[in-house]
């Protein structure tokens, strides 16, 4: 019973990709601002498992134009948000009268951030991701009110944070106290959910350079989060974009910021070690 649902699963998978021919990631270089040259294509790292052999940005498997978008911060609309995310991150707030600047200076102390998020907190006993420690701090240091986990101001955030760290590899740590949380990630992301009985494997690992309906399918790597959609034309956060492929395999999803979606996240970003931290990345 079970082995019939699966094949139809990836039938319906067959279908949906239309039977099209493989359409190769583009090679190509991407070399921000002239300055910020990214590790985009490279050898994956053991975290991937011997399943695939090079790990590919999702920058290779968009169009000319939108590449084009992510090579200077002028032509990237991402970095309109990063620049308001400037003028929050100087902005005090809540019942201690603080704001980020106040302790953690100048925006770019954070460099090399972005690249192990999420990562083990020892105080806290917990895997955190970028977003649950922006909020610690505004709860707990700030006296604020904790932003909306995929909302406008923390997916800002996030964007600048993550800016400051552009071509650095990302680098999760996956052992120790992670590691845990890091296998619970991996069987989420083996695990066929939905009507469509796929999982991000499926898609991502099996499928990767197919095109889906009207989309070049990536390996799904999350190095170029927060993503300014030219489809939305808003940047969007990892888990909102995890709720949407979920919702595409027509399963219940979980909720942005549950610890499953913290763990996927984990495990998702641990596929991508090596690759450079490009966000806030340019995607249709
Ligand atoms: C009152 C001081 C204070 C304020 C204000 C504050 N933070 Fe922090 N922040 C800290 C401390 C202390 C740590 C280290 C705590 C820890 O590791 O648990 C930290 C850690 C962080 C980290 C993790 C850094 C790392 O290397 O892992 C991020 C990201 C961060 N803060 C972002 C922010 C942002 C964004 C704001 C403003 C919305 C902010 N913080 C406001 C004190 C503050
Ligand atoms: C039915 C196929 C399908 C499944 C199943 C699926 N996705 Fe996707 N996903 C897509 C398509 C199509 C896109 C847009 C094109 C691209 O970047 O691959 C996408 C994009 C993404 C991206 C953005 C990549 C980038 O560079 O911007 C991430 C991250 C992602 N998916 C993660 C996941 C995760 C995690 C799962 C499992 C929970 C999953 N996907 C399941 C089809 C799927």
Same mark, same amino acid.
């Given at each position: 019973?079970?082995?019939?649902?699966?094949? !139809?699963?990836?039938?319906?998978?067959?279908?949906?990709?239309?039977? @099209?021919?493989? @359409?190769?990631p583009?090679?190509?270089?991407?070399?921000?601002?002239?300055?910020?040259?990214m590790t985009t294509w490279t050898e994956a790292s053991a975290a991937v498992d011997g399943a695939l052999s090079e790990v590919i940005s999702g920058w290779h498997f968009?169009?000319?134009?939108?590449?084009?978008?992510?090579?200077?911060?002028?032509?990237?609309?991402?970095?309109?948000?990063?620049?308001?995310?400037?003028?929050?991150?100087?902005?005090?707030?809540?019942?201690?009268?603080?704001?980020?600047?106040?302790?953690?200076?100048?925006?770019?102390?954070?460099?090399?951030?972005?690249?192990?998020?999420?990562?083990?907190?020892?105080?806290?006993?917990?895997?955190?991701?970028?977003?649950?420690?922006?909020?610690?701090?505004?709860?707990?240091?700030?006296? @604020?009110?904790?932003?909306?986990? !995929?909302?406008?101001?923390?997916?800002?955030?996030?964007?600048?944070?993550?800016?400051? +760290?552009?071509?650095?590899p990302i680098n999760?740590?996956?052992?120790?106290?992670?590691?845990?949380?890091?296998?619970?990630?991996?069987?989420?992301?083996?695990?066929?959910?939905?009507?469509?009985?796929? +999982?991000?494997?499926?898609?991502h690992e099996?499928?990767y350079?197919?095109?889906?309906?009207?989309?070049?399918?990536s390996q799904g790597h999350i190095n170029g989060?927060?993503?300014?959609?030219?489809?939305?034309?808003?940047?969007?956060?990892?888990?909102?974009?995890?709720?949407?492929?979920?919702?595409? !395999?027509?399963?219940?999803?979980?909720?942005?910021?549950?610890?499953?979606?913290?763990?996927?996240?984990?495990?998702v970003a641990s596929r991508g070690n090596g690759l450079s931290?490009e966000?806030?990345?340019?995607?249709?």
């Amino acid at each position: 019973m079970r082995k019939t649902k699966t094949v !139809t699963g990836l039938m319906t998978l067959a279908l949906m990709a239309g039977g @099209a021919a493989l @359409a190769e990631p583009v090679e190509d270089t991407l070399n921000v601002n002239g300055e910020i040259e990214m590790t985009t294509w490279t050898e994956a790292s053991a975290a991937v498992d011997g399943a695939l052999s090079e790990v590919i940005s999702g920058w290779h498997f968009r169009g000319e134009e939108t590449r084009a978008m992510q090579q200077d911060d002028f032509d990237n609309p991402g970095m309109i948000f990063v620049e308001s995310a400037m003028e929050a991150w100087e902005t005090a707030e809540g019942s201690e009268g603080k704001s980020c600047a106040s302790c953690h200076e100048g925006s770019d102390s954070m460099a090399g951030v972005r690249a192990v998020y999420p990562k083990w907190n020892e105080a806290a006993g917990e895997v955190r991701t970028l977003e649950m420690q922006i909020n610690d701090c505004r709860e707990n240091r700030m006296g @604020a009110e904790p932003w909306k986990y !995929t909302g406008g101001d923390m997916v800002n955030m996030t964007a600048l944070i993550a800016s400051v +760290s552009r071509g650095l590899p990302i680098n999760v740590a996956i052992d120790g106290p992670a590691q845990s949380t890091w296998e619970q990630g991996k069987e989420l992301y083996y695990t066929r959910t939905g009507q469509l009985e796929l +999982s991000c494997a499926n898609c991502h690992e099996d499928n990767y350079g197919n095109m889906i309906r009207a989309d070049h399918l990536s390996q799904g790597h999350i190095n170029g989060f927060p993503v300014y959609r030219l489809k939305n034309t808003k940047l969007n956060a990892v888990h909102a974009r995890f709720k949407g492929c979920v919702r595409d !395999t027509r399963a219940e999803t979980y909720a942005p910021g549950s610890p499953e979606f913290v763990a996927l996240e984990l495990y998702v970003a641990s596929r991508g070690n090596g690759l450079s931290v490009e966000g806030p990345s340019v995607r249709n």
